[in-house]
């Protein structure tokens, strides 16, 4: 009897409108020692989220599209309402990063030409997430006929095919810099931000060409412009470094060859407090940023690497008061960033690109089925990617500090500041806001 009472609650049997999955005379039955519990599990709702091709918390930015699609762009979420808006604003960092604007670039012809098809209304943003799409109308498939067979060496062709085991052949897919154009338009977005709720601004430059070096001494940080990186071609501030770079480029643009260089980028006026320790400090967040954009290999701030050639004595940056009474520190070997929060002095980084990987060069590689051939990269490619890297180091730089803005904001101004040792968050003037950042500054 016993067996059978057992045998009928392992199998679960239940009498009509029982709550329990054993009888009433098995509860009887049973001891303490021996009780059986079951309990009805909660559904599991899985969940898989889309990754790599967002960035931000507060701010965060998700881009779309490949180069030879229908069109590239980006959602823009979380930005502040009531901010003054409008497709020009945005354009105009577009067409610093756009193709085909001169000799040192590609001959690729795209006017880019955004469209804001939601989040703004009557001219201001409305607080919903903003989406912004270029059209791609100069794309040329047959040119990566090549391509489809074997893999361009150092591009992505064969990693992307290792990961995902297939992949858009033409023109690069997503890992083609045309991406990029849905980190600049939210990137002229954020400076705008940043310009108006702390009078924040940044600026990056053309510093190296291939062995073409632009002395630091030769550049003054204080008062650069942006006339003076925008008064050449290849975005270098200083005139005569310019010619000498544009000399490089051309060197080996007409031997279908290729060289890489260095983008350096200055914050001023960035609002102490920004960076969040330990994990999310302020150059770790610059750094990853910075380094996802394509042909990155390199990145620094403050002294970087020359740094390790000094003592503790000479690196310090030593503190003072000035006559505001506001701590400043005499040097800035630091970069602006001190235990990964800024400290209000500028903020300069330098990001290094390798040579373009598409050359018109022979040379040896395998196809995609292991068999050892020769290639002739064809396509239209720049011969050095950092004239066009300008704006778009200045995007990222811009979407980092704009998320870090409204952590700051959100954890540690929410209630009144301590005035002995923290700032307010200082706001710009309305005529400010009326401009973009870049359009007002020429």
């Given at each position: ?49 889309a990754t790599g091709s967002s960035y931000g918390t507060h701010f965060r930015v998700s881009t779309f599209g490949e180069s ?115 980190r600049v338009a939210p990137g002229a977005l954020a400076k705008k931000i940043l310009k108006q709720f702390a009078g924040t ?242």
């Amino acid at each position: 009897m016993a067996s059978s009472l057992t045998s009928k609650s392992i199998l679960g049997s239940t009498k009509p409108g029982s709550s329990s999955p054993l009888s009433p005379d098995i509860r009887r039955l049973s001891s303490p020692a021996v009780q059986i519990s079951i309990r009805t599990q909660p559904k599991k709702n899985l969940q898989i989220q889309a990754t790599g091709s967002s960035y931000g918390t507060h701010f965060r930015v998700s881009t779309f599209g490949e180069s030879h699609g229908g069109g590239v762009g980006c959602i823009i979420d979380g930005c502040p309402p009531r901010i003054p808006l409008s497709e020009s604003d945005l354009q105009f960092d577009l067409d610093r990063r756009r193709p085909g604007q001169s000799r040192i670039t590609t001959p690729r012809k795209e006017t880019d030409t955004c469209r804001i098809s939601s989040g703004v209304s009557e001219g201001m943003t409305t607080g919903t997430p903003i989406h912004v799409f270029v059209p791609n109308t100069d794309q040329r498939g047959l040119d990566y006929s090549e391509m489809s067979v074997a893999y361009r060496p150092s591009h992505a062709d064969a990693t992307y095919d290792m990961k995902y085991g297939v992949r858009s052949v033409q023109g690069g897919g997503r890992s083609s810099a045309r991406e990029t154009i849905g980190r600049v338009a939210p990137g002229a977005l954020a400076k705008k931000i940043l310009k108006q709720f702390a009078g924040t601004e940044i600026l990056a430059y053309v510093s190296q060409v291939h062995q073409v070096v632009l002395p630091e001494d030769l550049v003054d940080h204080e008062n650069l412009t942006l006339e003076q990186i925008e008064n050449n071609i290849v975005r270098c501030p200083n005139p005569e470094y310019a010619e000498k770079m544009i000399a490089a480029i051309d060197a080996v643009r007409t031997k279908g060859n290729s060289v890489g260089g260095v983008v350096t980028c200055i914050v001023r006026n960035a609002p102490r407090g920004l960076g969040t320790p330990v994990f999310d400090k302020l150059e770790a967040e610059l750094a990853k940023a910075c380094m996802s954009l394509p042909a990155t290999k390199g990145f620094e701030f403050g002294s970087g690497f020359s740094g390790t050639f000094l003592t503790g004595l000479e690196h310090n940056d030593e503190f003072y008061t000035d006559e505001n009474g506001r701590i400043r520190t005499k040097t800035n070997r630091s970069g602006g960033i001190q235990g990964g929060i800024s400290n209000g002095e500028i903020i300069n980084m330098r990001v290094a690109f390798k040579p373009t990987s598409t050359i018109g060069r022979k040379q040896n590689t395998v196809t995609r089925d292991k068999q050892e051939t020769e290639m002739i990269a064809r396509g239209r490619h720049d011969p050095c990617v950092v004239p066009r890297a300008v704006p778009m180091v200045e995007a990222m730089v811009a979407l980092v500090l704009v998320d870090q803005l409204m952590a700051q904001y959100a954890q540690c101004h929410l209630f009144p500041i301590n005035p002995e040792l923290q700032e307010p968050l200082r706001t710009a003037s309305p005529v400010e806001l009326q401009q973009p950042q870049n359009a007002a500054a020429l």
